[in-house]
């Protein structure tokens, strides 16, 4: 019996490692061409014995990728921000409130979650022209804060139902506290690991939104990395050394948001999701 337990998890150690090296390959091969010279022509496979720096330097200045790191900060930040605390509030009273109106509303939300975000192109664009918000932080905000609110709801409203005991509200509706102080002193502090489940699913994808980001950010003083990006593969498509350590650079912050919330990610996916 230990012998087949021991096989099976030596098969599952060694099937995650493929898998996870099979993932890695993308990367490896981004690093490889990113420090390599102009010129440089061999294979994409092998790393050179040398690292050529300046690519990322001529990369950040051409690119323009300061101006383009801030304004997906300032986006990716604030709407993060926006569907946290919206998208929790509304879900504690989805989750708390069992009433037939709440139901349906649940049932609207999760819906929604099935019609592609591109069907509204035309109506949101007249809608952000007739309003004047062409080309500002606001409707990139307000744009991805729509398109991922109803699975921000979702995810909080199952990890609600299944995680947190109602007896917790109970006894400190018995000690006099109010809904909104029951919620962010008692109940919000213990949605630690889906508010990091959101956190990294909503900012990978605000991150890395092209599809109206080319539409509604037109202007090169508020455009995001992702339309500067693929301005410059199109004005640099013969130097790809310097595309990938464009690309590479433009990577590294939400990495670096995975790896610090990484420990929170899959609990919180499981949690939300069982009781959707």
């Known amino acids: 019996m230990k012998a087949r337990t021991s096989r099976k998890t030596w098969i599952l ?16 091969i981004l690093l490889t061409t990113a420090i390599k010279r102009t010129g440089d022509f061999s294979s994409k496979w092998s790393f050179p014995d040398y690292v050529n720096i ?6 950040w200045e051409q690119a323009n990728l300061g101006n383009a790191l801030v304004n997906s900060i300032i986006i990716t930040s604030f709407a993060a921000i926006v569907l946290i605390l919206f998208g929790s509030l509304a879900a ?6 069992t009433t037939k109106l709440n139901k349906y509303i649940y049932i609207l939300f999760v819906g929604v979650m099935v019609i592609p975000p591109l069907t509204a192109l035309v109506p949101l664009y007249r809608m952000v022209v007739n309003f004047g918000l062409m080309n500002t932080h606001l ?3 307000l744009n991805n ?3 991922f ?5 979702f995810l909080y409203a199952g990890f609600i139902r299944s995680t947190i005991p109602k007896e917790l509200e109970e006894a400190a509706k018995i000690d006099g506290a109010n809904t909104l102080s029951i919620f962010f002193k008692i109940i919000f502090p213990l949605l630690k690991p889906i508010t990091a489940t959101v956190l990294i699913i909503s900012s990978v ?9 080319i539409f509604f950010l037109q202007d090169s003083s508020v455009q995001t990395l992702t339309v500067v990006l693929a301005s410059f593969f199109g004005q640099n498509g013969s130097q790809l050394n310097l595309v990938a350590a464009a690309a590479l650079m433009a ?11 990484q420990r929170f990610f899959i609990e919180g996916l499981a949690a939300g999701s069982v009781k959707g």
Not at 14 to 26: D, K, S, Y
């Open 13 to 28: 150690t060694l099937a995650a490692l493929l898998i996870t090296a099979f993932h890695l390959i993308p990367f490896y």
């Open 145 to 147: 804060v729509a398109a």
């Open 54 to 59: 300046e690519n990322f330097t001529i990369a």
């Open 251 to 261: 990577s590294l912050p939400m990495v670096i948001v995975f790896l610090f919330l």
């Open 139 to 141: 409707v990139a905000v």
């Open 92 to 97: 504690y009273a989805l989750a708390r409130r």
């Open 149 to 153: 609110l109803p699975l921000t709801i």
């Open 205 to 213: 994808y605000i991150w890395n939104d092209y599809q109206f980001a």
